[in-house]
């Protein structure tokens, strides 16, 4: 699939605008239409009712080292300063950015992909922005720099395969041909850019007031792990999830709402004992993955990649990444959907004794500053848990499913684009998009058409869409060829369309359609609700 026929299905259907369009848009934000609002809420809330409010905090479920009891948070965006000192995120949250001193840009160093070829004499780095055939682009750049022809692309001599800037010593920048430039060396050596959005709280506006959009939700989850001990009945093992908006201020947002700038989270913070940690990282790890599987993302593109033991900070027993093979990603390359992380007890220790040090070996160890004091002071209060029936008192460890809800929109989106073939009005075949979203999400579950706006068909078909109106979100329409509204409800991902014609006025059945197999069936007019119920659940 391409990805420009995604982008402009869901333009013109009306999934996801670019945000504030009329102006020019800015770049990084993105506005759900009228047909994406409804998929991510049903995305969102699938999450919600899978995670927390369906969840059986009885029984174990499969996989499960035992029973645990989940429930919800919704916290600020803009919390107390100190949350994101304490965090990491205030001194550690940087992505490197390097300036080019001829086009004015800024680029995240470690995405832009690049070759080293030599021509003429002279060895050049040869890098590129392009979204897909970095190869290709990389050679018409290396062409024209050497003043070379396409038809003399053998006498460029490459050297290794593509690298990404992040991988060249800055020394030999000197030698890099930037992105958007014409000569070499333009690019300074790397330097770190914080993500975090800054905002002013209150009227009086000094540096002491400064406040951070939240970058991730999770925070608001750890500094309220003792609001929830507190004021509802949970033991440990038990997951707090939250889902909301977090902002980065990302150096270069791309590849459709893949890396945008504003984003909403969906994320559980795990908490249990240590000793049985390790399989609560694995339960969470797969039950995650079978999350998308079960949605309707499928197993050839999606993959769970378990982090190599280097890739860890030495206090975490895994991370594993559930990945998807981006239609805008080069071939064999996949995106991250969902993180999910062993955090050992790094969270819940700093918010009580200050900034740990990531990187302090073998025991954690609160990070001094110049002063011999905390860098950054912890809360001071008491964030570890007593076992009542124990009275073992431990700092739990948390395991961290991490999921992106416009990521994931993205993912089912792409997945669900097919071009497939289909007869119209007059019998002939021709191309049909077809977005293929699973029921469950699909932004209108069903259409409703007279099959022509006279002889009581409207009438009928009305009271039909009244009726299952009621339960779901269903669409009425009448105007033009009936072929015309089917492709509609097509791209639109509607899994059903129901038609009253002719036939209807004499034995009160209708027509049903199935999105997917093309198949049509007829139904009882008192039975269509049970029909989409029975197909819906
Ligand atoms: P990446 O490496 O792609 O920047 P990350 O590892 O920094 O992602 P996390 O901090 O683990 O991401 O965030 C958890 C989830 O939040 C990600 O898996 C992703 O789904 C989502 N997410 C993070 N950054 C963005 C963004 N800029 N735009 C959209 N979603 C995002």
Redesign the pocket.
């Known amino acids: 699939m391409e990805m420009d026929k995604l982008v402009s299905l869901c333009k013109r259907r009306g999934f996801l605008f670019q945000s504030s369009e009329i102006y020019g848009g800015l770049n990084g934000f993105w506005d759900y239409g009228p047909l994406g609002v409804e998929l991510k809420r049903n995305i969102k809330e699938a999450w919600w009712r899978d995670m927390v409010t369906g969840h059986d905090d009885i029984e174990a479920p499969p996989g499960a080292p035992e029973a645990y009891e989940m429930c919800g948070l919704d916290c600020t965006i803009i919390m107390h300063p100190q949350v994101w000192k304490v965090s990491g995120h205030y001194d550690l949250f940087v992505d490197k950015m390097v300036d080019c001193t001829e086009s004015k840009k800024r680029y995240r160093y470690d995405q832009v992909p690049g070759r080293w070829v030599e021509a003429k004499g002279q060895k050049v780095f040869v890098t590129t922005l392009a979204e897909a055939n970095h190869e290709q682009e990389i050679e018409a750049r290396a062409l024209k720099f050497f003043n070379l022809r396409a038809k003399d692309a053998a006498d460029l001599a490459w050297q290794g395969g593509l690298v990404s800037l992040a991988k060249i010593d800055p020394a030999e920048y000197v030698k890099a041909l930037a992105p958007e430039a014409k000569a070499l060396g333009t690019l300074t050596a790397p330097r770190d850019f914080n993500l975090m959005f800054k905002t002013i709280v209150g009227a009086l506006g000094t540096e002491e007031d400064a406040a951070f959009l939240r970058p991730?939700t999770a925070q608001g989850i750890f500094v309220n792990f003792k609001n929830v001990l507190d004021s509802s009945r949970v033991r440990v093992p038990f997951g707090i999830a939250q889902m909301g908006k977090?902002f980065?201020n990302?150096i270069t947002?791309r590849n459709f709402?893949?890396?945008?700038?504003e984003?909403e989270?969906m994320e559980i913070e795990f908490f249990c004992h240590p000793s049985s940690s390790l399989q609560w990282y694995q339960y969470w790890r797969d039950r995650r993955f079978r999350w998308y599987t079960d949605m309707g993302l499928s197993g050839e593109r999606l993959q769970l990649r378990e982090h190599h033991q280097e890739e860890l900070s030495h206090y975490s027993r895994g991370t594993a990444?559930i990945e998807y093979a981006f239609p805008f990603l080069p071939a064999g390359e996949y995106?991250?959907?969902?993180?999910i992380a062993h955090r050992g007890d790094f969270d819940l220790r700093s918010h009580m004794e200050g900034k740990l040090d990531p990187n302090s070996k073998p025991e954690l160890k609160v990070e001094l500053g110049e002063d011999g004091k905390p860098k950054w002071k912890g809360s001071g209060k008491d964030l570890t848990y007593r076992d009542d029936i124990t009275n073992e008192r431990y700092t739990p460890h948390v395991i961290e499913p991490?999921?992106?809800a416009?990521?994931?929109t993205l993912a089912f989106l792409c997945e669900a684009y097919h071009e497939d073939q289909a007869p119209d009005d007059k019998g002939e075949m021709q191309t049909r998009v077809v977005m293929k979203l699973h029921p469950r999400i699909a932004p209108i579950k069903a259409a409703v058409f007279p099959l022509v706006k006279k002889d009581g068909m409207p009438e009928v078909a009305q009271k039909i869409y009244r009726e299952l109106k009621k339960r779901w979100n269903v669409f009425y329409d009448e105007k033009g060829a009936v072929g015309r509204r089917y492709r509609r409800q097509d791209e639109a991902g509607t899994p059903y369309c129901i038609t009253v014609d002719g036939q209807t006025l004499q034995d009160q059945t209708v027509t049903v359609r199935d999105r997917d197999t093309l198949k049509q069936w007829r139904v009882k007019v008192e039975e269509v609700t049970a029909e989409l119920a029975g197909r819906l659940s």
Do not use: I
């Open positions: 991730e977090s980065r990302e947002p709402t893949f890396r945008s700038r984003f989270q990444d995106g991250e959907l969902e993180g991490s999921a992106g416009d990521r994931a």
